[in-house]
């Protein structure tokens, strides 16, 4: 269609392109959720989903196995229609429950709204969800639960062998998320003890046989519950076929330089040449995402022939509910929906409408490194399996095209195959004192589908002995360490509250951990980044972002909560509605373990002493003579700067602790605050005794 896009050989799927099926399937459902749909033609649209052929097997399967391991193409119906299938199936009766766990939040809130709505009721009552923060279910009627994975894991804190549940489906298994993994580790051993319990393994393109092999390898143990019946214990392996469209392939003739660039050009190019039919383009996150936003409103403002018809709308995680609704409420008639989300679209949630996807390539990824303690956000190329998970997005109405921003070779010969599992490339901190709060103490000979690398377990244990959370034999310390494995927060962070509880102003501390727990506060503001540094300087702390927050936090209750107020001073609404949500629960689950909310009212040295108790092992200071704001970690001499978004960039205090680095072109610290270095071997005399402290001064 331009000279800059040349098809290409690969063709994800090569079903033949059928008629009906899920093209009416789909426009009927999309434009009736709006307006609400008798039963009748809601178990019509059931039954046409590809899963539903399979629904006795499955049920048949579960039944007589412990485990079922599920592989279906996104679309097929696996997450809105197995939960349903088990309820109808009895599986939810006497007071039992069934979870369905994904490892996003977003992706739960939206499953969650749509088997309500397919099964007619509230959420929160039958169908229910959880996340961190947010609990929508109800302890006598919800039926059908959907929860992270990371939440199902602190369920286990209280339940240890889940005995609320009948059925647990681990759903996005393929996704190989942290919690995941843990999960199935933890799901497996508790199969031990409880034998009646079901899990289902369900993905869109898992390995199945590795996993199988990870349930099957294990030791049998024989006469478990006299009398009772026993499910095999090898897994079952059931492939639910999908129904997908052909999809064309093209590809960049040469590599492009800018994504956003290129991906808003190509949109614009579908619009002008291609029939109508919704687009779908993946970018890494909430920058790149608000940048092509930006750039498309421009163009639909300034450009009215090339970009009338088009309605542009963001997907990442931390949108409120109705910019969800948005997200999937049917395009209208003659116009053009372009959503523009990160990889949550990939395989969590499922896009009515979707005729064209352009892929850039890349998505953002945690990267660790054990000798530099560094984990890093980064934008990373994505492997070929998600590739063709992303082009597959754009054949499920009928043929479709998927843009690739690079070139075929680079697909053939330099995409890895496989992405690599998160626990393999993550810091293990939270991990580490999740399983041991869960008491399992010998972490390195944990049953892990992938095994952790064993010098990230020895640093994540090193930092939790620094802070004070395990002993010398790698215990819990009670309280400090079981307070800590308590709150639902990385453990620096918790850290850090219970020493604002000494300290004398955990009010603070809560508001900074609620904020840190927000991607980000700012409304973002490419264009405007005059506006959006002045606004911030009204807000600026010389300390650092931390009591920045504190100084936002305070005007934005004075305004009444006010959107205005927010609007007018660059703030995002919306987060900090969340930011307040969040606290309130903080509030009460740190109240709980015993802390006193006090306020240090303007003493801001000891709210910065409480964030070094927390973070100390993120000390940095400025490299001495040093032009470009060059800072080194104290613990493994790594380059960093403070990232431009910071009340700090360009102050350059001498010494400094960040919360997460992410790098770009350099690696960049997020959300600094400046600290005496004398706090650190006050807060952390163990970690920093061998260290020098004071180069610069
Ligand atoms: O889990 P899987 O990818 O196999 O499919 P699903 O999420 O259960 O989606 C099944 C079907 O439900 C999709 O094809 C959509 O037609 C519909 N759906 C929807 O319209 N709106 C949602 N929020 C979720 C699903
Ligand atoms: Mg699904």
């Known amino acids: 269609m331009s000279q800059f896009w040349k098809p290409g050989a690969e063709k994800p799927r090569l079903l033949d392109d059928e008629e009906g099926g899920v093209v009416f399937l789909s426009s009927s459902i999309s434009s009736s959720s709006s307006s609400g749909y008798g039963y009748a ?16 097997a499955i049920l048949y399967l579960v039944e007589t196995h412990a485990t079922t391991i599920i592989v279906g193409e996104t679309g097929s119906g696996k997450t809105t229609q197995i939960p349903q299938y088990l ?9 039992r429950v069934i979870a369905c766990t994904q490892p996003r939040r977003l992706a739960v809130q939206a499953v969650a709204s749509r088997v309500a709505e397919e099964m007619g009721v509230k959420v929160g009552e039958e169908v229910g969800y959880t996340i961190r923060f947010e609990d929508l279910t109800n302890k006598d009627l919800t039926l059908i639960k959907f929860l992270t994975d990371g939440v199902l894991l602190r369920e286990m804190m209280d339940d240890p062998l889940l005995t ?4 647990i489906m681990v759903d996005e298994a393929h996704e190989r998320s942290i919690s ?8 497996k051993k508790i199969q031990r003890r409880r034998p009646e319990l079901r899990l289902i393994i369900s993905s869109a393109t898992i390995e199945a046989k590795s996993m ?4 099957q390898a294990r030791k049998v143990r024989r006469g478990l519950e006299g009398g009772d019946f026993v499910p095999r214990l090898e897994p079952a392996i059931l492939s ?3 129904r997908g469209f052909n999809v064309q392939i093209h590809y960049v003739e040469e590599p492009v330089s800018d994504y956003v660039q290129t991906a808003v050009s190509t949109v614009l190019l579908i619009h002008d040449k291609e029939p109508l039919g919704d687009i779908l383009v993946f970018l890494t996150g909430q920058d790149d995402i608000d940048a092509a936003v930006q750039f498309l409103t421009e163009e639909a403002r300034t450009n009215r022939k090339n970009s009338s018809g088009l309605i542009i709308l963001p997907l990442y995680s931390g949108l409120s509910r109705a910019e969800q609704e948005l997200i999937f409420s049917p395009t209208p008639r003659g116009k053009r929906k372009v959503v523009i989300s990160t990889n949550i679209a990939e395989t969590s949630l499922t896009l009515e409408g979707i005729v064209y996807v352009v ?7 945690r990267f660790y490194n054990p000798i530099s303690d560094i984990e890093n956000l980064i934008v990373a190329p994505i492997s070929k399996a998600s590739a063709r998970q992303r082009a597959g997005r754009a054949g499920r109405v009928r043929p479709g095209k998927c843009y690739r921003l690079y070139t075929e070779e680079y697909f053939i010969n330099e995409m890895s195959a496989e992405g690599i599992p998160e626990i393999q490339r993550s810091n293990l901190v939270s991990c580490v004192i999740q399983l041991k709060a869960l008491g399992i103490d010998n972490i390195l000979g944990f049953d892990w589908p992938a095994s952790p690398p064993p010098e990230a377990m020895i640093r994540a244990l090193e930092v939790l002995y620094s802070l004070g959370v395990v002993d010398d034999d790698a215990k819990l310390t009670s309280p400090t360490g079981f307070q800590v494995a308590e709150i639902p927060l990385e453990p620096m962070i918790s850290k850090m509250i219970l020493s604002s509880n000494e300290l004398g102003c955990s009010e603070e501390i809560i508001t900074i951990a609620a904020v840190l727990s927000i991607q980000s506060i700012w409304i973002s503001a490419r264009g405007a980044q005059k506006e959006l540094d002045e606004a911030k300087l009204r807000f600026a702390a010389a300390e650092g972002d931390h009591v920045t927050f504190l100084n936002v936090y305070k005007g934005f209750l004075q305004s009444g909560k006010s959107s205005r107020w927010c609007h007018k001073n660059f703030v995002n609404y919306h987060a900090m509605k969340k930011a307040i949500e969040t606290r309130d629960q903080l509030k009460r689950i740190v109240q709980r373990i015993g802390i006193v909310l006090k306020s240090c009212d303007s003493d801001v040295q000891v709210v910065r002493k409480a964030v070094t ?24 001499s790594q380059e960093v700067y403070i990232h431009p978004s910071s009340v700090l960039f360009r102050v350059n205090p001498k010494w400094v602790v960040y919360h997460s680095v992410v790098s770009t072109d350099r690696q960049y610290m997020r959300n600094v605050i400046s600290i005496d270095p004398s706090w650190l071997l006050e807060v952390a005399p163990h970690f920093y005794q061998h260290q020098r402290l004071n180069p610069i001064q």
């Open 87 to 95: 309820k109808e199936a009895g599986w939810a009766d006497g007071g």
């Open 359 to 365: 892929d850039s390539g890349f998505s953002k990824q």
């Open 613 to 636: 108790a927390g973070f100390f092992a993120n000390a940095c200071h400025l490299e001495p003579y040093s032009q470009s704001g060059m800072y080194k970690t104290v613990r493994g």
């Open 41 to 56: 033609s809601v178990e019509k649209q059931r039954q046409r989903l590809p899963v539903y052929k399979y629904r006795t």
């Open 164 to 167: 609320n549940y009948s059925v």
């Open 180 to 187: 995941t993994d843990i999960l199935l580790g933890l799901l």
């Open 212 to 215: 199988s092999a990870f349930f």
């Open 240 to 242: 639910v076929e999908g």
